[in-house]
């Protein structure tokens, strides 16, 4: 039977801090009000994951605010408590980044989401915070799905940075002794999860059940071993790959929400389309062995769901419950030229004068290779003019009003690196079973009008004192004014175009 490995313990656990603190409390007795000092024991974590319902319920408000803030720490003190009827559904979003994925629920789809977003940056975590988001900027490591409360997580969502697997990164998390080394930390933090089926004893000649020893006569789990965060992590010190070795979050997340119950429906990861088929199969096998009904992989590019620009991306998207089939995809293209408003000749420089086997430029007439950090400093090879940072967030699917936060070089970054928010949009949106194709088409003639909308007839530009109509606007005309900047002083109402 496969048994976690031991990990040896670096130092000795810090002693944890008091669990209580003096509150003053009075009491009437016929000589008047008496102050006295009591102590209120907080309760352990251990302590309420051993209550439920009522019971859990009456002992968190029997706590100071003080106290449940201390409990839940970095997690809201709400989530301590079991969910309400009608309450948004709880999710997980590791390796947030500048909330692109967020993004595609929120404003692809129009759902809502009681989402916490884990950022090790400051930039990308101010944005995502920005956007709308509940954000925890601090290194993933650090903190411990088996909190109390993440117990009733119902959404899980990885997009860890991929540096490592892809050129870029000299290929790096593909070398085959990291890869052994990754491999190999994937299936020993799945055993310390207790994520290991152990068949029953065939032998078993028990008359009455009631003999029977359950670790020997039946179909079990072992159980979890309990090692701490820093233990399980320290599997993967020996890779010379650190963004490589981050694909060990998808499976301590997972496994560790369900070792304490947590009822995760959805699941998506995120991750650069070299990604290994390896170690694919491996979280795939992983989430199959817990009971996950349906696990996929697929290789999507943002380009084929109306992107202005290409990401080639490995995308895993799961349900517990539900078998579905794989996310379709809808082949709608944009053009860069015509998404920002340029002429459709301009010709973008990328490299200056240095020549590549690649090329070092690329014309916008048509959907522009993949945004990265280094989009800071291409140019128009007539005029010399830069993007924009609004015009970069339509070239990566966002609105042009995204609010990216940091200097101009962090700020490409974070665009560069983005979990494309359309390709988000139809991943969540197939899993939770929205009408997706729909809702997607309207946002892109909301962020891309001159290429995927259409004017409603019923819908009339005003002049600002509204003395006289204008007469129907054409495709010609919006780019004029979206080149001009004129536009601000129009009324348009678009409506997707027919698919």
Not at 314 to 335: D, K
Request: aromatic share 6%.
């Amino acid at each position: 039977m496969p048994t976690p490995t031991p990990i040896p313990t670096a130092a000795p656990t810090p002693a944890r801090p008091a669990a209580h603190e003096d509150l003053t409390l009075f009491t009437l007795d016929t000589n008047g009000p008496t102050t006295t000092t009591a102590t209120v024991d907080t309760p352990t974590h251990e302590d309420l994951l051993a209550l439920d319902g009522p019971e859990l319920t009456a002992v968190l408000d029997s706590l100071t605010t003080a106290q449940r803030d201390q409990l839940a720490g970095p997690w809201p003190a709400r989530w301590l408590y079991p969910p309400r009827p009608g309450e948004a559904p709880r999710g997980i979003n590791v390796c947030a980044g500048c909330g692109g994925g967020c993004a595609g629920l929120r404003l692809v789809l129009g759902v809502t989401a009681d989402m916490v977003c884990v950022e090790l940056k400051k930039d990308p975590a101010a944005t995502s915070t920005a956007a709308g988001c509940t954000v925890i900027q601090c290194d993933i490591k650090t903190l411990d799905p088996r909190h109390p409360t993440l117990r009733w997580t119902r959404r899980v969502m990885c997009t860890m940075p991929c540096i490592d697997f892809t050129r870029a990164g000299l290929g790096a998390g593909r070398d085959a002794g990291n890869l052994e080394i990754l491999l190999e930390a994937i299936a020993q933090v799945a055993a310390h999860m207790g994520n290991v089926w152990v068949d029953g004893s065939e032998l078993c000649a028990h008359d009455d059940p009631a003999d029977c020893d359950e670790a020997v006569c039946y179909d079990h789990m072992i159980e979890p071993s309990g090692a701490p965060i820093g233990e399980l992590w320290s599997l993967v010190d020996d890779m010379t790959a650190d963004t490589a070795g981050l694909m060990l979050a998808p499976v301590i997340w997972i496994l560790g929400l369900r070792s304490i119950g947590a009822p995760i429906e959805t699941i998506v990861i995120e991750q650069s389309s070299a990604l290994p088929e390896t170690v694919q199969d491996y979280i795939q096998s992983e989430l199959w062995t817990a009971g996950c009904e349906f696990v996929q992989w697929q290789n999507l590019d943002a380009a084929d769901f109306g992107s202005a620009s290409n990401r080639d991306r490995a995308i895993m998207s799961a349900h517990w419950y539900r078998h579905l089939g794989p996310v379709a995809v809808p082949g709608i293209r944009t053009g860069a030229a015509h998404a920002l408003g340029w002429p459709p000749q301009t010709r973008i420089n990328t490299r200056g004068e240095r020549k590549t086997s690649g090329g070092n430029v690329f014309s916008l007439d048509r959907t522009i290779p993949a945004v990265t950090g280094k989009i800071r400093g291409w140019y128009c090879q007539a005029t010399g003019r830069r993007f924009t940072i609004p015009e970069v967030c339509l070239l990566v699917g966002l609105p042009g009003d995204y609010p990216v936060t940091g200097s101009r070089t962090s700020q490409c970054q974070q665009l560069g690196d983005i979990f494309s928010p359309l390709v988000a949009a139809a991943v969540w949106g197939t899993l939770l079973g929205l009408p997706w194709p729909v809702m997607l088409r309207t946002y892109l003639a909301q962020i891309y009008p001159t290429v995927h909308g259409r004017g409603d007839p019923a819908a009339i530009l005003f002049n600002p004192d509204r003395s006289r109509a204008a007469p129907t606007v054409t495709d010609a005309d919006i780019a004029r004014l979206f080149a001009t900047g004129d536009y601000p002083r129009f009324r348009v109402q678009f409506q997707p175009a027919t698919p």
